[in-house]
């Protein structure tokens, strides 16, 4: 199965995310996504390993050798006749990985936060700059005292009376509800 | 006007806002509710431990998935007609004023009994006095009288332009060599602001709307005072 690992879209302009996007048959070698390298004949039975859908077109081993061709006869027979080592090999012949190594954790959520936490950093550094460098003065509007008499003013012209500030204004006593 | 950092409706200042403010509160409850919906199937999907996942079919699921949506759209749509036809009912105005846009400035006229017309330009940063709303007030404020249907006949002189004042529910294109016609109650006195909705050019932002509604007798003085200085 075909997994784009391209993660975050602000890794646009990194390898990751160029190789991803450019070819899905090349997988980054992290987070364990380095097993599969070429490209998969969709024409013929395929081999997966996935949680949700269990039983693969085929199994794992196409080819058996000699020692697995007759552990394969000998499954024919009673199986607890088999050893546990013999039942972990005819395992392994159908299936690549275990459910437990399926399941196993990747860490890659760290990656992926690592890398958002360190995005909005940098774009907290952009605004701020932006915020010194590159807006003008506040409009006097915007000052206290302005701001203040703009309110009295909003109180004065029952602005929203009924649900809004008005309404949370008490007339009698001068102050907020 | 709205107070900073407002987000919701301001309050209604005619009926057909009050009503319109009734609507958004049901279509947002039903929209809040599906959203929570589906948010929990989303979570819940994504964290199952369950490996057979793929149903291929199951007939009442289907069924129940298509009427309910159909049913909750019904429960939409029946307020929402209610209120279009209701704004759209013979309502016998009292008055009659042309608002009529420019680049970029509102100009008014009232012409049911004398040829009252006035400009109406935003007062700018620098000239205003302390207190009043940054990009919100005018020279000349459209009066109108309270509780009485008045209607508004919108066009342009130049290019679009959109005359809206939120808290009466009110917002008609203006297009020139086109008339418009909207009508609203102002159902209590007050000032109410409004801006001009359709870009038409570098100072589209800089065209505000003001209505002031005031008691009969208070609109018979001030249009005379204003016959008297035109």
């Excluded at chain 2, 199952?48 to 749509?77: F, G, H, M, R």
């Excluded at chain 2, 006229?109 to 400009?119: A, I, S």
């Excluded at chain 2, 086109?178 to 050019?201: D, H, K, M, W």
């Amino acid at each position: 199965m075909l997994h784009l690992t391209a993660g975050r879209v602000a890794g646009l302009f990194s390898r990751r995310g160029v190789a991803a996007l450019s070819s899905s048959s090349v997988k980054m070698a992290s987070h364990g996504h380095g097993g599969v390298t070429e490209q998969a004949d969709m024409s013929v039975p395929l081999y997966w390993d996935r949680l949700d859908t269990p039983l693969p077109d085929r199994p794992y081993k196409d080819t058996l050798s000699a020692a697995d061709k007759s552990l394969k006869q000998k499954e024919k027979g009673p199986w607890n006749s088999l050893s546990k080592e013999e039942k972990l090999a005819l395992y392994r012949i159908t299936f690549n990985e275990t459910y437990a190594e399926m399941k196993k954790p990747t860490g890659e959520w760290k990656t992926v936060m690592g890398g958002i936490f360190f995005f909005i950093g940098f774009t907290g550094l952009v605004v701020l700059w932006q915020r010194y460098y590159v807006y003008p003065p506040h409009p006097r509007t915007l000052d206290e005292e302005w701001q203040a008499m703009q309110v009295q003013r909003m109180l004065d012209m029952r602005v929203s009376p009924i649900e809004g500030i008005s309404a949370k204004w008490d007339y009698e006593k001068g102050q907020w509800k | 006007m709205a107070h900073p950092t407002q987000l919701g409706f301001q309050d209604a200042a005619s009926p057909v806002m009050e009503e319109l403010l009734h609507f958004h509160d049901h279509a947002l409850m039903i929209v809040l509710l599906i959203s929570t919906l589906v948010l929990y199937i989303i979570t819940a999907m994504v964290s199952t431990k369950l490996t057979n996942k793929y149903i291929l079919d199951s007939q009442e699921i289907e069924i129940v998935w298509t009427i309910l949506p159909a049913v909750i759209l019904v429960l939409i749509a029946l307020p929402s007609l209610r209120i279009l036809y209701l704004m759209d009912e013979i309502n016998d105005p009292h008055l009659t004023i042309k608002a009529m846009g420019h680049q970029w400035y509102w100009s008014y006229e009232y012409t049911d009994y004398e040829n009252l017309g006035f400009d109406s330009y935003m007062i700018p940063t620098q000239d205003l006095t302390p207190g009043q709303f940054r990009l919100l007030e005018t020279d000349h404020r459209m009066v109108v009288p309270m509780e009485s249907p008045v209607r508004v006949l919108v066009s342009a002189e130049d290019v679009l332009h959109s005359w809206a004042v939120p808290s009466l529910g009110v917002k008609m294109d203006a297009v020139p060599g086109r008339l418009n016609q909207t009508a609203f109650i102002a159902s209590r006195p007050g000032v109410f602001y409004g801006q001009c909705s359709e870009i038409c050019g570098a100072n589209h932002s800089f065209m505000p709307i003001v209505v002031e509604a005031v008691p009969l007798e208070h609109f018979e003085n001030w249009s005379s005072l204003m016959l008297e200085d035109a």
